[in-house]
């Protein structure tokens, strides 16, 4: 099947077959509910799926209900319903299927010594028999019949070809050959296709399938393989959810063939800006996370934290990013502050959020950001709010804090040891306290004596978390002047000393006759 692209060029089109609903729902613990399955099956009509496998009928009632109801509402896409090479499934599965607009019936048999040995206990004779019965009773039901070879990548090539050639012969339209254990490497997988297509002589009369499993984590460079050699459909989930280690994924087929058009030379009927809320959907319906590095869809794959990296996409964002985050969905990139970050990331932030810092105020805020990120998992933008903020306040001031550390816990006393520079003195003194903060704030009064009275002393988290930033606010009065100050730290009480200090700070600009002027004499 050939269609032209916009350019001109022909590009083979690529089938999406969708097996979210039966394969991606037999790994343990995805069971979805008849309306999951429903959503899921309006979204990937929508989204331009040529198969959706809705079940496997003969596994439940329930299963049976949802592949007649997907059947009888799907709008565009055929509809297939699994059987095994038993008359009961296909019968059911023709059931369920009757009242697509377009049906199929997808059966399959073991073709490898090991199933046929272990699990099947028939000849390959006998299995030939099974394939002709079996494909001539759906094609009686449905004109859209396809055959699968369960295992086909452990089965001898010839005996393959003996497998196929029948099926076809009695009516299959699709041939598919999965590599049902995720075994195969990508050169056996193309070449697999290659053989069986070239030597089967009735090959032209189907179009031929890939349905790859990721044990070894290849099962989408398998399916691509398989295209190369030949194959013009794909079986694939959405996440990749399937059984075992799954399937391959739909949305890395898909973007893999679009984004590297240069050398694959195919296209896909798939909206790719629908791919975000197709794995949302999945992952909510089976309640399987997506992991934050999932290629396409993971909540990383258009997020950068690095300095060099945001460097580069501020400049211009092919730099580090080879598809679009709109081209699937995603509304933005993230560029993520974090330990890793750079100045142009962080100056571009600090721009977003709406400040204009001079050359010497970012050098000093992206100290304290340093600082703060490594000590803390995520600093989100009410942080680097709260310690620019703190670092334009700070600018001016003549106390500042150099260190505290204190000892605080059920065996008190609480002990605070405290050193600050005032002006370009550096003095100490440890104090004792009614828990760690009043032993914080007598260290302040003895190193700067004044009459100021506390007014006011709260505490609050800035963001969520247990390593959250803390940020104390302090009210002090003197000579009928009433300050108040705001400092963040993820230590609470390294935020409380410099919420004081702030607030003294604040009083000895106004002119306040503080103790402090002479203790900094
Ligand atoms: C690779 C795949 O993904 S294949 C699809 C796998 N999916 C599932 O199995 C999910 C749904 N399955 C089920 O609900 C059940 O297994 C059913 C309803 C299909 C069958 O249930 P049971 O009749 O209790 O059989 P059970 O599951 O214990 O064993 C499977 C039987 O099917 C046979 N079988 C397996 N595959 C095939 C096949 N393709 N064609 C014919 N028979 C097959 C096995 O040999 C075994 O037969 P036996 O009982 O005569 O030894
Ligand atoms: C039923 C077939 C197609 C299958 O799921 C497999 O072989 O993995």
Redesign the pocket.
């Known amino acids: 099947m050939t269609i032209s692209t916009k350019a001109g060029s022909p590009r083979d089109r690529v089938l999406i077959f969708d097996t979210t609903l039966r394969?991606g729902e037999?790994c343990p613990g995805a069971t979805m509910t008849l309306e999951e399955k429903l959503e899921i099956a309006d979204l990937l009509d929508a989204m331009g799926v040529d198969i959706i496998e809705a079940g496997?009928p003969?596994?439940?009632n329930g299963d049976f209900e949802a592949v007649s109801l997907i059947a009888s509402r799907v709008k565009n896409a055929t509809v297939a319903g699994l059987a095994?090479?038993?008359s009961g499934d296909i019968a059911r599965a023709g059931e369920a299927v009757r009242h697509a607009v377009r049906p199929r019936i997808h059966t399959?048999?073991?073709t490898s010594p090991i199933h046929l040995a272990h699990?099947?206990r028939k000849t390959e004779d006998e299995v030939i028999e099974i394939i002709t019965a079996t494909v001539a009773q759906a094609r009686n039901l449905v004109e859209d019949v396809e055959w699968s070879a369960?295992d086909a990548t452990r089965t001898s090539i010839d005996y393959l070809c003996r497998c196929v050639e029948a099926a076809i012969k009695t009516g299959a339209t699709t041939i598919n050959l999965p590599d049902?254990v995720g075994y195969a490497t990508p050169d056996e997988y193309r070449h697999m296709f290659r053989s069986v297509r070239e030597r089967v002589p009735n090959s032209d009369k189907a179009i031929f399938s890939a349905h790859t499993h990721d044990d070894l984590g290849l099962a989408v460079a398998n399916s691509l393989a398989a295209i190369d050699g030949g194959a013009r459909q794909v079986e694939c989930t959405i996440n990749g959810i399937g059984?075992r280690a799954g399937n391959a994924a739909l949305e890395e087929i898909v973007m893999a063939i679009r984004t590297r058009s240069d050398v694959l030379p195919y296209e896909t009927g798939i909206n790719a800006a629908m791919l975000t809320r197709a794995s949302k959907l999945a992952a909510a319906a089976t309640s399987f996370p997506v992991q934050y590095n999932k290629a396409i869809v993971g909540r990383n794959a258009f997020a950068h934290e690095s300095g060099i990296h945001q460097d580069g996409m501020i400049k211009n964002a092919q730099t580090y990013e080879i598809m679009t985050p709109e081209s699937v969905g995603v509304s933005k990139t993230s560029l993520v502050m974090g330990k890793h970050s750079g100045r142009n990331a962080f100056r571009t932030r600090l721009g977003e959020m709406g400040y204009d810092l001079s050359d010497n105020q970012l050098e000093d805020a992206f100290v304290r950001f340093k600082e703060l990120a490594d000590r803390k998992k995520h600093v989100y933008d009410e942080d680097i709010e709260a310690l620019v903020d703190q670092n334009i306040a700070m600018a001016h001031d003549r106390i500042k804090l150099v260190s505290l550390s204190i000892v605080a816990g059920t065996r008190g006393p609480q002990r605070a040891t405290m050193k600050l520079q005032i002006d370009d003195k550096v003095v100490t003194e440890e104090q004792e306290g009614n828990g760690p903060v009043d032993a914080t704030f007598n260290a302040i009064k003895a190193l700067v004596p004044h009459e100021a009275v506390l007014e006011l002393y709260q505490v609050h988290a800035v963001t969520e978390g247990t390593d959250a930033q803390a940020e104390v606010s302090v009210r002090l009065s003197a000579n009928d002047r009433s300050v108040t100050s705001r400092a963040a730290d993820p230590d609470t009480l390294v935020a409380s000393a410099q919420a004081y200090l702030g607030a003294l700070n604040k009083l000895m600009s106004y002119g306040a006759r503080l103790h402090a002027q002479h203790a900094a004499e």
């Open positions: 394969d037999q496997f003969i596994a439940s095994r090479a038993i399959f048999v073991s699990q099947m369960m049902t059984e």
